[in-house]
């Protein structure tokens, strides 16, 4: 049987596919200003925004969203009386971590054993790519048959919400029949995949202060409270015994009872050391994709080199909280916001900060648009059946997509499959992953433009 014409395309395509992903690898599109110069996530949002005029998209905007950085949006026209079809990616991106941990400098394309390192890669900036594929098989083949709007955001790692409230203030703008979200990603290498569901987050920020300045710990030390050693015991209230989060009202037991994540494909897609145990109870599937999980992703403290026998008199830390769907980020945030002020000892003075939060979201996969994906899927992965996962990570925008357009469907397909390693060193793309799932995505708006 012959390649399907679309996938010939895209196969055609993917030298200069490679070629894109490297120049968009290359801008340092953290958004975190302070560790990152804005002018390079300007510099990528631009990027993205002649990439869409190249292919004739119409009312291309840089979007300055309420907490400074830029969304990319472009609309393509279809026929009349088509369908319109929302695309969506993120160009910003992770910080590389421990740069010296990277194999290959992390913001330039690197090929090896067949997957193409950088940071961004797969997460999302292959996303954008993968869009771009997909729209430009479908016109070597006939033409877009859908209308098309793309929306590239520039701060959906920073989960501060820009976005969101932008599309809450211009409701219009995103308004689509079917939005695909091309940042999730297969459950393996080959195996077509749509994710079912995706926790919501929230960020805190707690600091403790005991002294009003930090003390000889041999003078001092014994009766003098330690700022540090409260906010450790406070951290450590987060967990039980087991690894389990324990928030104080917060329900812990929920169970997926869909696709299952064995023990032994976690532990070898999560690289835990031989002999370490895995945290919590329930199978795995339960605990990363239908319970809360807490993170402590920071705590500000005095390095060990450099450090000074001293009682610490102020302390901090950084929590992320994933929450399922069914559970209302703002009612988490509160409870865990009470749960460290009512842990803190001592009396110690406790201030907590929320600095970002987004909803869980849950699809519905009974819709026309989802039977039209798996066709597509099948089609590209070579008769493989769609199989629908759970994503244990945030994207805060689906949630308000799905409430600003209740009518409209909402599929997650993307580039971000387990040996990705997304957020980490050495995060890659698969090519293959690459090609595959442009074709997919064309051969579903084909679908859909029909059904």
Known sequence: MSPHPIAETVASLMPRAKAELTELVAFKSVADFEQYPKSESEAAANWVADALRAEGFQDVALLDTPDGTQSVYGYLPGPEGAPTVLLYAHYDVQPPLDEAGWAT???????????????????????????LLALRALKANGGVPVHVKVIAEGSEEQGTGGLERYAEEHPELLRADTIVVGDAGNFRVGLPTVTATLRGMTLVRVRIDTLEGNLHSGQFGGAAPDALAALVRVLDSLRAEDGSTTIDGLDADGTWEGLQYTEADFRRDAKVLDGVG??????????????????????????????????????????????????????????????LEAHTPWGARVTTEQIGQGQAFRADTTSPAYEAMAAALSDAYDGERMQAAGMGGSIPLCNTLAALYPDAEILLIGLSEPEAQIHAVNESVSPEELERLSVAEALFLQRYATS
């Open 105 to 131: 400098p992390p913001f330039e394309l690197t090929e090896r054993d067949g997957r193409w390192y950088g940071r961004g890669s797969a997460d999302c900036k292959g996303g954008i790519v993968m869009h």
């Open 278 to 339: 895995l945290i919590g109870e329930g199978t795995v599937s339960d605990r990363i994709w239908a319970r809360p999980a807490v993170t402590v992703l920071g705590i500000d403290c005095p390095p060990v080199i450099g450090a000074t026998p001293s009682v610490q008199a102020a302390a901090r830390a950084l929590i992320s909280l994933r929450v399922p769907p069914g559970v209302d980020a703002a009612d988490a945030t509160k409870l865990l916001r009470a749960h």
